[in-house]
């Protein structure tokens, strides 16, 4: 143990067993619980222990206690007083380093874990840059989805409209195609065997009233007209 010692200034212990926020200490936490210390909050931690460890070897450390708020100078000046200016301090060992290292590594896996967390977040953070234009657009098609089931709603209304006519037109008629096109088939024979018979008819008139005619036309020509007559002797030719 002798080999392992090494003396400290008064003022840096003080800092370390009373816990003071502004001090740099962590070489001394790191000698006295025998591993490294790189960060102020496991100087923190180790202090408690460090504070017990001098107390075994100092019992005076006891009758001194800072406060916050109190004044420093004025404290490590009284303490001088008592302890004088260096300290010669030894690693802790036994149940007390245990206990240390034991705090150091919860420590030191609760730091792991707080920087696991903040490299997350970073890459989230990234992650959210990245897809903030698609969010964008994400609002910009969910608007157009929006306006297009306005126009599905107001389409499906006409269109219950249109079927509600519907039912009522096919009530009204009640022909079916079928039956609507034999109609007009048969409409049209009938048609045609009108005509074919009405032509028939009109050429049987006109014939009857040609014949009819003709006599009366016969008789405008005058009886000396033609061949074999001239004048009152019709005995010779002549007009």
Not at 28 to 55: E, H, M, N
Not at 80 to 90: E, F, H, I, Y
Not at 145 to 165: F, H, P, V, Y
Not at 192 to 216: D, I, N, S, Y
Request: glycine share 8%; proline share 3%.
């Amino acid at each position: 143990m002798a080999d392992d010692r090494k003396v400290f200034p008064l003022e840096s212990v003080l800092a370390l067993v009373t816990g003071k926020k502004d001090a740099d200490v962590k070489e001394l936490a790191g000698f006295i619980a025998g591993r490294s210390v790189t960060c102020a909050a496991c100087a923190a931690a180790v202090a408690p222990f460090a504070a017990a460890w001098l107390a075994r070897w100092y019992p005076k450390f006891m009758d001194f206690e800072w406060a916050e708020g109190q004044d420093w100078a004025a404290f490590v000046a009284k303490s001088r007083k008592a302890l004088g200016d260096n300290v010669s301090l030894t690693p802790m060992d036994g149940r007390t380093k245990a206990l240390a290292a034991q705090a150091l590594d919860a420590l030191a896996e609760a730091n792991a874990a707080a920087t696991r967390q903040s490299e997350a977040v970073v890459k989230l953070e990234a992650r959210v840059r990245e897809l903030e234009p698609f969010e964008s657009r994400a609002e910009a098609a969910q608007k157009k989805c929006d306006e297009l089931e306005g126009k599905i709603k107001a389409m499906k209304t006409d269109m219950g409209g249109l079927n509600r006519q519907i039912a009522e037109f096919q009530g009204k008629v009640a022909v079916s195609h079928d039956e609507l096109m034999q109609t007009i088939k048969d409409a049209i024979k009938d048609g045609l065997k009108g005509m074919v018979v009405g032509g028939a008819a009109a050429g049987a008139a006109g014939a009857v009233a040609a014949e009819e005619a003709q006599p009366a036309a016969e008789s405008s020509v005058p009886d000396d007209f033609g061949f074999g007559a001239s004048g009152a002797d019709s005995d010779g030719f002549g007009f």
